[in-house]
């Protein structure tokens, strides 16, 4: 019963985002600073399905200037829990065939986000100069999912390296985010506990080359899986204090 409770106002709060969002887009469509202020209208719904969202960043989190964030990728939840920490001036890649989705697509391009053909990898190279021409020409940060794809409970999945030649190539630093597991949810209880959303320190690209690109994957792969194993324990030393209670 609370599954399908959550499950219509979470559409109806949708809907209301979507619709009113796309129609303020049109004022200033293709704003990239509409993305932070709408990804974080959708992330309150973390409230809705009963996550406690911990975020846990340095004070100049949001003053790096032009960077690539990159965050792991787990699943639909990424809508409430990353999208909190997404700073003003940073957009992100998504799938063409995201505009298809109804009300949602509209909204993701009137915002400012960036539409590519992933699927062409004959593409890869001019996708990656688009992304850096498209930092260097609008000014912006840009929030990637180096895995490619949702983990769903695997735990992080290699890493492609788009983003790390994006970044090398743009000459602007990767601040890896590290979101802990939510695999767990179920909408079916009441209190899905708490997901830790933390920020590790900017990496500078500027020390690595292009043949570099695959050691600086493997650098970042390692740091963020090492906090977020950290951040998972963290959260279940949590619950288990809050079980004895």
Same mark, same amino acid.
């Given at each position: 019963?609370?599954?399908?409770?959550?499950? @219509?106002?979470?559409? +109806?709060? /949708?809907? $209301?985002?979507?619709?009113? &969002?796309? #129609?303020?887009?049109?004022?200033?469509? !293709?704003?990239?600073?509409?993305?932070?202020?709408?990804?974080?209208?959708?992330?309150?719904?973390?409230?809705?399905?009963?996550?406690?969202?911990?975020q846990r960043?340095?004070?100049?989190?949001?003053k790096?200037?032009?960077?690539?964030?990159?965050?792991?990728?787990?699943?639909?939840?990424?809508?409430?829990?990353?999208?909190?920490?997404?700073?003003?001036?940073?957009?992100?890649?998504?799938?063409?065939?995201? @505009?298809?989705?109804? +009300?949602? /697509?509209? $909204?993701?391009?009137?915002? &400012?986000? #960036?539409?590519i053909?992933?699927?062409? !990898?004959?593409?890869?190279?001019?996708?990656?100069?688009?992304?850096?021409?498209?930092?260097?020409?609008?000014?912006?940060?840009?929030?990637?999912?180096?895995?490619g794809?949702?983990?769903?409970?695997?735990?992080?999945?290699?890493?492609?390296?788009?983003?790390?030649?994006?970044?090398i190539?743009?000459?602007?630093?990767i601040?890896?985010?590290?979101?802990?597991?939510t695999?767990?949810?179920?909408l079916?209880?009441?209190?899905?506990?708490?997901?830790?959303?933390?920020?590790?320190?900017?990496?500078?690209?500027?020390?690595?080359?292009?043949?570099?690109?695959?050691?600086?994957?493997?650098?970042?792969?390692?740091?963020?899986?090492?906090?977020?194993?950290?951040?998972?324990?963290?959260?279940?030393?949590?619950?288990t204090e809050?079980?004895?209670?």
């Amino acid at each position: 019963m609370l599954f399908i409770v959550r499950a @219509i106002l979470a559409i +109806l709060y /949708g809907l $209301l985002v979507c619709i009113l &969002g796309s #129609l303020y887009c049109l004022l200033s469509p !293709r704003n990239p600073r509409h993305v932070a202020r709408f990804a974080h209208l959708i992330a309150r719904m973390s409230t809705l399905f009963g996550i406690k969202v911990e975020q846990r960043l340095p004070p100049e989190y949001s003053k790096y200037g032009h960077c690539i964030y990159i965050a792991n990728h787990q699943n639909n939840y990424d809508m409430v829990t990353t999208a909190k920490v997404v700073s003003p001036g940073t957009i992100t890649v998504g799938k063409k065939s995201l @505009i298809w989705i109804p +009300l949602f /697509g509209p $909204l993701y391009w009137l915002t &400012g986000n #960036l539409l590519i053909d992933r699927d062409n !990898r004959k593409k890869a190279r001019s996708i990656i100069h688009q992304i850096v021409e498209y930092i260097k020409k609008n000014s912006i940060s840009i929030l990637m999912f180096p895995e490619g794809t949702r983990s769903r409970g695997r735990g992080l999945l290699p890493f492609k390296l788009g983003a790390f030649h994006a970044a090398i190539e743009a000459g602007v630093p990767i601040v890896p985010v590290c979101v802990s597991s939510t695999h767990h949810i179920d909408l079916n209880r009441w209190f899905n506990g708490w997901v830790i959303v933390e920020s590790l320190p900017p990496i500078d690209t500027r020390l690595y080359k292009k043949e570099n690109v695959r050691a600086l994957s493997d650098y970042c792969f390692n740091q963020m899986k090492e906090k977020i194993e950290a951040l998972d324990k963290q959260v279940a030393e949590r619950m288990t204090e809050l079980l004895k209670r």
